[in-house]
């Protein structure tokens, strides 16, 4: 059974850090890129940051670059997303995704084969 499963979530004051994981299972997970979504209330998915599998070369949205690191460690099957300097804007779930290399466009949701369920960052004073 394939499994993307999101913790580290929370509620955090404005310019605050918080460092996400999604841990995976059931499939070659050092086959496949990685992505970061958020979706906030009311608004459509938007990436984050995106890993490949192949280079390693990671890339971020404008939005957070500078403020969010992303990594991965194929030995343990999990991605990361250290974010710093959150701010009320970041809030939204987010979730990890899982497609194979040169499917589709990284930023549409249905390239994406695997996907996990999210987890709420909320930034608030």
């Known amino acids: 059974e394939v499994q993307l499963v999101e913790s580290g979530g929370g509620l955090v004051q404005p310019g605050g850090s918080l460092r996400l994981s999604c841990a995976a299972s059931?499939?070659?997970?050092?086959?496949?890129?990685m992505t970061w979504f958020r979706q906030a209330p009311g608004k459509g998915p938007e990436w984050v940051s995106r890993?490949?599998?192949?280079?390693?070369?990671?890339y971020y949205a404008d939005s957070v670059k500078g403020r969010f690191t992303m990594s991965r460690d194929n030995a343990k099957n999990t991605v990361y997303l250290q974010m710093n300097s959150l701010k009320p804007e970041d809030t939204a779930v987010y979730y990890c995704?899982?497609?194979?290399?040169?499917?589709?466009?990284?930023?549409?949701?249905?390239?994406?084969?695997?996907r996990g369920q999210g987890t709420q960052v909320t930034v608030s004073s």
């Open positions: 059931g499939f070659t997970f050092g086959s496949y890129d």
């Open positions: 995704a899982a497609k194979r290399p040169y499917r589709g466009s990284y930023a549409r949701t249905s390239s994406y084969d695997y």
């Open positions: 890993i490949n599998s192949g280079s390693g070369n990671i």
